[in-house]
């Protein structure tokens, strides 16, 4: 993505609408509100309800920044689409200790999510396991 100024980024925050949990919402915007004015400066925010549109729109310069998966059978397919679009991601833990994923077109959007996920009092944490060798050659 061309898109290097947090002003410029758009973003996708995923929320669990097949889960119960009203922390999982709670954390969704919670990490919405740091991103977007008047706390943050993203230029807007989407929610697809689709951790594959999501990883799509990153890959093709849609999106800047991807949040908010916890699922491995949601996230896994996307991180080769994240790698060979030159992007880079993380993982956080949320208010019930879920692993979740953000991903980030480029280093100035992964270091602005960083930095608004530990406004909204999300950990950040190492990668499960299971995600180190996928797509190592991607």
Same mark, same amino acid.
């Given at each position: ?32 509100? %740091? ?35 916890? %699922? ?34 480029? %280093? ?31």
């Amino acid at each position: 993505s061309p898109r290097t100024a947090p002003e410029d980024f758009l973003v996708s925050v995923e929320m669990d609408a097949f889960d119960t949990a009203r922390e999982n919402f709670a954390d969704g915007f919670r990490i919405a509100e %740091k991103l977007m004015p008047p706390e943050g400066s993203a230029r807007a925010i989407r929610m697809f309800g689709s951790s594959s549109l999501n990883f799509a729109a990153l890959g093709r310069g849609s999106l800047d920044i991807i949040t908010g998966s916890r %699922k491995p059978w949601d996230y896994l397919p996307g991180i080769p689409i994240i790698r060979g679009a030159g992007g880079e991601m993380f993982f956080y833990k949320d208010s019930l200790g879920n692993a979740r994923i953000c991903a980030a077109a480029n %280093k100035k959007a992964l270091r602005y999510a960083k930095e608004r996920h530990v406004a909204a009092g999300m950990t950040l944490t190492e990668k499960p396991g299971y995600v180190v060798n996928i797509a190592p050659s991607v």
